[in-house]
């Protein structure tokens, strides 16, 4: 009895003992959050709204995640079109990276960028951050990143409708970008 009483104890102190410090730059979260100032802030959020009008549908939020590790803050939204019939159908991934240095932003966006160049054609987008590129694929769904100083913003929308939601899509982006 003993032993599982301390067994227990164990498996449910440990992931405390670490929680609040990460462990590649052992600072405290308190002080990562104050480096990545985006932690918290709704600004960097894409919104219920902004993914209704970029469906052009009511939508719902399905999945959301956060995370705080080694000097990257992430976190992505995946908004879903209320399903009423077949025409109902569409779907945005957002997601959002904050590293510590502008330097590994930049390389991992460069990364991605040429890896895209490679699969097809790419459209760069004017006056949004420091680069943006648009991509579709071949059944003309869009993909947008942006890179603004040390952060990457990206969206990726399923079953695009129109070309005013593809106007909704980079407004969006435009606006996100421009709120720092």
Do not use: H, W
Not at 70 to 87: E, H, M, P, Q, R
Request: proline share 2%.
């Amino acid at each position: 009895m003993r032993l599982l009483i301390l067994f227990v104890f164990f498996l449910f102190s440990t992931p405390f003992c670490y929680a609040q410090k990460d462990l590649l730059t052992a600072k405290t979260r308190k002080q990562l959050e104050a480096q990545l100032d985006s932690a918290l802030l709704s600004k960097y959020y894409i919104t219920l709204s902004d993914a209704e009008k970029i469906l052009e549908k009511p939508a719902f939020l399905k999945d959301s995640t956060y995370k705080l590790s080694g000097g990257l803050l992430s976190y992505s939204f995946d908004y879903i079109a209320k399903y009423v019939d077949s025409t109902s159908k569409g779907k945005i991934s957002f997601s959002f990276e904050q590293y510590k240095d502008t330097a590994i932003a930049k390389s991992n966006y460069d990364f991605i960028k040429k890896q895209n160049e490679k699969d097809g054609v790419i459209t760069s987008l004017e006056n949004i951050g420091n680069d943006a590129f648009l991509k579709k694929d071949n059944l003309n769904q869009p993909f947008v990143m942006i890179l603004k100083d040390n952060k990457i913003y990206r969206f990726r929308v399923f079953y695009l409708s129109s070309q005013r939601s593809l106007d909704a899509l980079l407004g969006v982006s435009k606006k996100l970008v421009s709120n720092e």
